[in-house]
């Protein structure tokens, strides 16, 4: 099956810090990515989607200045937690789909995620 | 309300008992539904999709949607120790909407 990786799985940062997390796919072109979070036992929640070439489209209440995130190939995202407080730490998790948004593709991968604790 | 609502659990089974997870959702528009199952510390892994009504089975795994009663489930026969995790229900329109996730504990 198709695999997403992401790096680093865990990283602690300083409060006023950025973070940048990588998400690949390893063997397939992925042209729409996405980027979820969650809360321990919560679940996951949409923050952007990206597709390659193009800005992001954040979902409503998420700070684009604040997540920055660049789609610039179709196999790697990043994410970069600006000014990062302690409100932020979470767990992150990105997710790939091969073919055009438009499509009715339901095969969404996700990678391993990446735990972020701003100390 | 939320778009899909599931029972955060936890459940807690013997090793051999059939297990059912359960969603609900409130978005006539959904199409496709999906089950994904999510060991602690890692990334969602899909388990099973249905497209509209009816059922699909694999394995163990049964997975049902009744979108007349906007109602999905997912049966696991012969729970196995290894099947303990947290599942989380998804359906789709365009965007993924996610359930909050049901912790199972399967016990030996």
């Known amino acids: 099956g198709a695999v997403v990786s992401q790096h680093p799985s865990r990283v602690i940062c300083k409060s006023g810090t950025s973070v940048k997390i990588e998400c690949r796919s390893l063997?397939?072109?992925?042209?729409?990515m996405f980027w979820y979070r969650q809360f321990p036992k919560q679940s996951l929640m949409l923050m952007a989607t990206?597709?390659?070439?193009?800005?992001?489209?954040?979902e409503q209440g998420v700070e684009k200045d604040k997540f920055l995130i660049n789609h610039a190939s179709l196999t790697l995202s990043t994410l970069t937690v600006t000014s990062a407080h302690p409100e932020d730490s979470s767990f992150y998790i990105c997710?790939?789909?091969?073919?055009?948004?438009?499509?009715?593709?339901?095969?969404?991968?996700f990678g391993p995620g990446t735990r972020l604790t701003v100390t | 309300q939320k778009e899909v609502e599931q029972d955060p659990g936890p459940l807690s089974v013997p090793e051999g008992a059939i297990v059912s997870l359960n969603c609900t959702y409130s978005?006539?528009?959904?199409?496709?539904f999906m089950w994904y199952r999510q060991y602690s510390r890692k990334g969602p892994e899909l388990l099973m999709y249905?497209?509209?009504?009816g059922n699909k089975e694999d394995g163990r795994f049964t997975a049902q949607v009744d979108k007349s009663s906007k109602y999905i489930s997912l049966f696991i026969r012969d729970s196995q120790p290894s099947d303990s995790a947290t599942y989380l229900c998804?359906?789709?329109?365009?965007?993924?909407?996610f359930g909050q996730g049901t912790e199972l504990s399967v016990k030996p």
């Open positions: 997710s790939a789909r091969a073919g055009a948004s438009g499509q009715s593709s339901y095969e969404q991968y």
């Open positions: 063997d397939f072109q992925a042209t729409t």
């Open positions: 990206s597709n390659e070439g193009s800005k992001a489209t954040y």
């Open positions: 978005n006539s528009a959904f199409q496709y």
């Open positions: 249905t497209y509209s009504s």
């Open positions: 998804a359906m789709r329109t365009g965007k993924l909407i």
